[in-house]
């Protein structure tokens, strides 16, 4: 997001500098702030000399931690310029604006790369053992947690077999005091 007059975004919540919003970026002087959903504009005061960034801390910063997480934020927000416009979703995939043909280039990507690992193939097990190992790997089994995922009606969440837990590849393959039985 690209803040122009940051009414509609969230000062700690949101990705507006940098890759990481500010709360996971400076976790001691987010737990400090008084008002953890305050946006942009709430956070600027202008005076005539001109724009001052304000917080709403519980205390004083009492740590070295949070004076060094303090210092730090400050060398990042040191040259934003707040203008007065609508605050604007900003797409950076570089010269290109935003289309729905690159959205679907994004994705067609995704889905085609290799992962990080490659499933280990047995050969001395039926083919049907390798599918079903590497649907289970990927998280690819009909279990009533992806179905509830895929938004279809299921009557329970709790697994069939045992009824203590809900359904899902881990418990259904692991942690299932019945199937381990099996």
């Keep these: ?9 969230g000062y700690w919540s949101d990705r507006w500098i940098g890759d ?3 709360n996971q970026k400076f976790p001691a002087l987010f737990a400090l702030e008084s008002s953890k959903n305050v ?30 997480e303090f210092n730090a934020l400050l060398n990042l927000i040191r040259d934003v310029k707040i203008i007065s416009l609508e605050d ?21 990507k995704a889905q085609n790369k290799v992962p990080n690992f490659p499933f280990p193939w047995n050969n001395w097990v039926p083919k049907k053992v390798n599918i079903l190992c590497w649907r289970i790997e990927q998280n690819r089994v009909p279990t ?23 359904e899902s590849s881990h418990h ?11």
Aim: with cysteine; charged share 25%; glycine share 6%.
């Design 1 to 9: 997001m690209e803040p122009d007059y940051g009414d509609s975004i």
């Design 20 to 22: 990481t919003p500010l």
């Design 39 to 68: 946006v942009i504009a709430d956070c600027i005061e202008v005076t005539p000399t001109g724009m001052h960034w304000t917080w709403r801390w519980k205390s004083f910063l009492s740590s070295l931690v949070e004076a060094n």
């Design 88 to 108: 604007k979703w900003k797409w950076d995939e570089g010269d290109r604006n935003f289309s729905i043909q690159h959205i679907k280039s994004l994705c067609f």
């Design 144 to 166: 009533v947690d992806n179905l509830l995922k895929r938004q279809l009606q299921v009557n329970s969440s709790i697994c069939k077999l045992c009824g203590e837990e809900a």
């Design 172 to 182: 259904l393959f692991i942690g299932c005091r019945i199937s381990s039985m099996i």
